[in-house]
């Protein structure tokens, strides 16, 4: 019986590193069926080929076997094919092989095939240098390091660790393909914390300083319940508290609160307490000391100090700086509220001017959610 026109006329043939083979498409005759079923079926792959006929070559079906005859030593391989056009891609560890294939099908496959191979070389142990690039390319919050990278490179089974800071989870998302492009099956290990564009501008602006043992700590206003996690919902009143160790006694500290609509808010100090110095904010106490920098909604309402309740119109990542300087960290008092840029300009101008006197910088990220 006259088999049914295929057009287009394709197939796909795929030997994964991990996971198992398949074959998918179009094949002119029972025989090719059978043989390339078989060769899936004793992998544990699958095959979904249909019986058909279209614009191919006679010798389509032996071409397509001695296609994959000579690839199949690779560790990884793929073969698609849409009628006589043909793409081989694939990958191995052993460079003669890769030079013979390149030498072979680099430009031309076998009989009246039409196409070309890709076959990447890849070491046994991939150097922390090849790598490298892809981190460069995607660095757009500070830079992105390898964690314990192997002198000697990282063998098969080895994990490629990455930490540091991304601007936006579409940068996660990219940084893992890229490196899974390169480091094949290994394990990618992403420790890395997304941000947003504001915090990544101040990051790459803050004066260089230690954390301290200075906390910031967070509790539910409305509650007045302790909230570690530093995650509040829509509808919440966020208190924040600066909680100065024993041995902070002097010194002067600014407080601002990033906000994630790209403005910076400025706790402390401010047009309600210009006073920053620690010794005035310490007032005789010894010991640990709360400062509180944001206030619950009715506290607020009897002291003028600052307060907010969480809203659905700037959901995110929020950061609350804590700077310990020997001296104030400005000329006069910042606005209440200005732009980030604006913040990270002035932070750039103290650096350059009496950068010695910042004692420490810590932090702690505040997360706005609906429930």
Aim: proline share 7%.
């Amino acid at each position: 019986p006259r088999l049914p026109v295929a057009d287009p006329y394709t197939l796909v043939v795929d030997n994964p590193e991990s996971g198992p083979p398949r074959a998918v498409g179009h094949v002119p005759d029972a025989a090719l069926q059978s043989t390339l079923a078989s060769l899936m079926a004793d992998r544990s792959g699958s095959a979904d080929l249909t019986l058909a006929s279209g614009a191919i070559a006679p010798s389509w079906g032996a071409d397509v076997l001695e296609t994959i005859g000579q690839i199949d030593d690779l560790a990884e391989w793929s073969l698609t094919l849409s009628g006589n056009r043909g793409d081989v891609t694939g990958w191995t560890s052993d460079r003669a092989l890769q030079e013979r294939l390149m030498a072979a099908l680099a430009s031309d496959l076998p009989g009246a095939l039409e196409g070309r191979a890709e076959i990447a070389y890849r070491p046994v142990f991939l150097a922390a240098a090849a790598l490298a690039p892809a981190l460069q390319t995607l660095e757009d919050c500070g830079p992105l390091t390898l964690k314990d990278a192997p002198a000697t490179g990282y063998g098969p089974d080895t994990a490629v660790t990455v930490t540091g800071r991304v601007a936006e989870t579409a940068t996660r998302v990219r940084l893992f393909d890229a490196l899974r492009e390169i480091a094949g099956a290994r394990d990618i290990v992403l420790d890395v914390e997304v941000l947003n564009p504001t915090l990544c501008l101040i990051e790459s602006h803050l004066p260089q300083a230690p954390a301290s043992a200075i906390d910031v700590a967070f509790t539910v206003g409305d509650r007045d319940e302790p909230n570690p996690s530093g995650r509040f919902f829509v509808g919440e009143n966020p208190v924040i508290d600066v909680v100065l160790p024993p041995d902070v006694t002097d010194g002067f500290l600014t407080v601002s609160i990033l906000d994630v609509s790209g403005n910076v808010f400025h706790l402390l100090p401010n047009l309600n307490r210009e006073d920053n110095s620690v010794a005035a904010l310490r007032d005789g106490r010894q010991g640990e000391v709360r400062i509180r920098v944001a206030y619950d909604l009715q506290e607020a309402a009897e002291n003028g100090g600052l307060a907010f309740r969480v809203d659905d119109s700037t959901l995110g990542k929020s950061k609350v700086i804590v700077l310990h300087s020997a001296e104030p960290l400005f000329d006069g008092l910042r606005p209440t509220a200005e732009s980030a840029s604006g913040y990270a300009q002035a932070l750039q101008e103290f650096a350059g001017r009496n950068a010695a006197s910042l004692l420490s910088l810590d932090s702690r990220i505040l997360v706005t959610a609906t429930p």
